[in-house]
């Protein structure tokens, strides 16, 4: 009997070792077939979404789009008043508190009005205006960030109110006024009038870069920025673009402002800012043709972005067209505009831009330019250097953004529903994330969502998202917190 059981046993073992070795076989065929779907997947290799939020920051509202470190640190404000800034640390995720900037040391503080008597309040505030002593800070922000010097970069924005003749004004009759000290204004004895004071004071907008030693607290220095004062375009004022990777220099731009009626053309003048020089050392002008909706010239603005590396700096004029036709837009002679200015060669083309350009972008070989149209939700792909239209695409709805992937091989459009992911050189869609698979039970946003994006690609910003009433989930910078994403092919 034990001969018998011996040889069934060993019967038992080879049927085994057949059954393992099958199997294995299957196994094996299995995972060489299985490579390319997990080659084109989105994500990693478990075929996940692209982009996850990695981290959810508190303590911290109103954070900035703009650059202030080319990939680790994100600006945004404190939560209480006076909303000092605060630096947020990806890599490390802990954050930078800093003193609220008009607090710093080397930084004049305006006069407090709401501390002067309420009785003769307005009559003080006219006093203060001839005097040179009535103004204001428009603007006052990080525009840069050195860790390694411990230094950052401001740029400051002040308006401020100035008198324009010398002695009395003279009355509309010839006659000169006369200064009545109770009330700091002009008065005309002939029509019995005050002087209006348009006739003498005007608001005057200076801006300034400054540089703050983080560990002092104070400045170290502050230079007011240049521009032509002779020139209406630039009366008010100018407009921040960003300092480019490397610290060195500071670029900025006029504020433009076509009003109706005025059917002059105007211009951009690029500034480039020499940090170290504290000076200007670079101008580059673009002259801009006038705007016309029906038959007076439109009021309508102008904003820019730039390439990760400041090679190129992008102008586009803003359009948007009627519901029922939005591709015709409603600026014409010509249409809306794109100007792309070469910082290396000092020079710009022009091109024609769809209506509602949300999503922007300039890959990281400079090759191309992506603009997504917000009404059209389409994307244009141009040839960087030409300007010429080379592919457009449609994409979701609503488009708001353009993330060009870590390793370059995706553009990710970020729309209404969620993101589609296009291959950078054929513009071929290969994926499309649902919302809900980056934030979890949301499936709608509002037509505009705010981001900040890391210039590598690696990391994005996106306020925390909150239901409207009766309508999509939106962000707001006003609420505490901001969600952290990560990027990945």
């Known amino acids: 009997m034990q001969g018998f059981f011996d040889i069934c046993k060993e019967k038992t073992m080879k049927r085994e070792v057949k059954r393992f070795l099958i199997c294995f076989s299957c196994i094996a065929i299995l995972s060489i077939f299985a490579v390319p779907k997990t080659m084109v997947a989105i994500g990693n290799t478990a075929g996940k979404p692209g982009i996850t939020i990695i981290k959810t920051v508190h303590g911290c509202k109103r954070f900035e789009h703009q650059q202030i470190h080319p990939n680790r640190y994100i600006l945004s404000k404190g939560t209480t008043r006076p909303w000092a800034p605060v630096i947020y640390d990806i890599q490390t995720n802990r954050k930078i508190n800093l003193p609220a900037i008009e607090n710093l040391s080397g930084i004049e503080k305006p006069i407090n009005i709401q501390n002067l008597p309420r009785a003769n309040r307005r009559y003080i505030i006219n006093g203060l205006k001839l005097e040179g002593k009535y103004w204001r800070w428009n603007d006052k922000k990080i525009v840069h960030y050195n860790p390694e010097t411990g230094t950052i970069g401001l740029y400051l924005a002040q308006n401020k109110t100035v008198k324009t003749v010398s002695g009395n004004p003279p009355c509309i009759d010839g006659s000169v006024s006369r200064f009545i000290s109770q009330y700091n204004m002009y008065y005309c004895a002939r029509n019995r009038k005050y002087v209006n004071k348009k006739n003498y004071l005007k608001q005057v907008n200076n801006s300034y870069y400054a540089e703050m030693d983080l560990k002092s607290k104070k400045l170290n220095w502050m ?267």
């Open 223 to 489: 230079t007011p920025l240049e521009r032509n004062w002779n020139h209406p375009m630039e009366q008010k004022g100018v407009l921040p673009i960003g300092v480019d990777p490397s610290g060195s220099y500071f670029y900025y731009f006029n504020r433009i402002y076509f009003l109706n009626k005025k059917k002059t053309p105007g211009h951009i003048i690029l500034h480039r800012f020499n940090i170290k020089k504290r000076k200007v050392d670079w101008k580059h002008t673009i002259k801009v043709p006038v705007r016309y909706k029906g038959r007076t010239a439109s009021t309508y603005s102008i904003s820019s972005f730039t390439s990760s590396d400041f090679s190129h700096i992008v102008f586009l004029e803003y359009d948007e067209g009627p519901h029922n036709n939005p591709a015709k837009g409603s600026l014409f002679g010509p249409k809306a505009q794109g100007y792309v200015v070469n910082t290396e060669t000092r020079s710009h083309i022009s091109l024609s831009i769809p209506v509602t350009s949300y999503g922007r972008l300039i890959d990281r070989k400079k090759k191309y330019l992506f603009l997504g149209s917000n009404q059209l939700a389409t994307i244009f792909r141009y040839d960087l250097a030409t300007g010429k239209l080379t592919n457009k695409v449609r994409s979701g709805r609503n488009i708001f953004k353009l993330i060009e992937s870590p390793n370059s091989k995706y553009v990710y459009v970020f729309h209404k529903t969620g993101v589609d992911a296009f291959a950078l050189d054929t513009m071929k869609k290969i994926k499309t994330i649902p919302l809900h698979k980056i934030f979890p039970g949301i499936t709608t946003l509002l037509v505009s969502e705010s981001m900040y994006v890391s210039n590598d690609g690696k990391h994005a910003a996106m306020g925390i998202l909150k239901k409207k009433r009766n309508g999509p989930w939106a962000s707001s910078d006003m609420n505490d917190g901001f969600h952290l994403l990560k990027i990945e092919d």
